[in-house]
């Protein structure tokens, strides 16, 4: 019988755990604060007070807790050299990471919707995305997202029997699966169709919309316009970019041995880089964002009372 999970992580040697941790640390405490900035920012600033914005801070509040259900028990392990996890813990972990993650296509998909209305429907957006709609499409996400998670969970039957040692720095499907002794046969096709279900729609709507956006902008005549309207939708690209490559190269690439850490490192960049890299590119690239934060600045500078 197996009562915990041991996460191999990224081995033992001890320089590269002090290394990682303050690596890992300060990612997350990055991560914390650009996107808990971001959403007091969407909250407070009345310019911020749109759909675009909105999707923006959901997005940054998802992230908070997309984080935090894998990096905090990393960080503890990587002090104490405790590397167990307990067998529901285990589950949890995967249950929500999967619930988040899959809340996050379906969040940047409405974003690329958003955008799409934006640029190529310019006449009609504020009819056919209003604050309603906005918020619809929000929580429609979060439910979807939970959604295939919640269906899939009663239907891992997995028996352990003995071999209980994770070869990765989470519990993700794949290696948990590679520990079964029951027959997975069925649970990978069941998973495999259900992520089909769940991912493959947001997946295509975000594509679709920015087909149709690079088209529409490319028909515009001035290079002027072209830029503006590009700037306004780049920042989402990347993110979406980053995202989607990532999780790809490592679900769908075949799963061997010597791909082994090679889809440790790529999982990193899903797990631990997007999260923070998203208030940055959006608050470096955004002209609004900035604005808004220039004036919490003002506000909160010494150089007030002085004067
Ligand atoms: C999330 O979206 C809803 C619906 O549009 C909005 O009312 C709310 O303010 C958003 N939350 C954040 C933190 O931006």
Redo the contacts with the bound molecule.
Sequence with gaps: MVTEFILLGFGENPDLQIFLFLIVLIIYMGTMVGNILI?AL??ADQHLHT?M??FL??LS?LETFYSSTILPRMLTSFVTGDRSISFIGCFLQMYFFGSFAATECFLLSAMSYDRYLAICKPLHYTTLMN?RD??HL?VGSWISGFLGNTILFPLLKLTFCGKNDIDHFFCDFNPLLKLACSDTHKIVIFAFIIACIFTLPPFLLTVTSYVCIIATILRIPSSVGRQKAFSTCSSHLIVVTIFYGTLMIVYMLPNTQSLGDLNKVFSAFYTVLTPMANPLIYSLRNKEVKQALKKVQEKITPARFLS
Excluded: A, D, E
Aim: hydrophobic fraction near 40%; aromatic fraction near 16%.
């Design positions: 959403v969407v909250v759909p914005y909105y801070g959901n509040c604050n906005c918020l929000v």
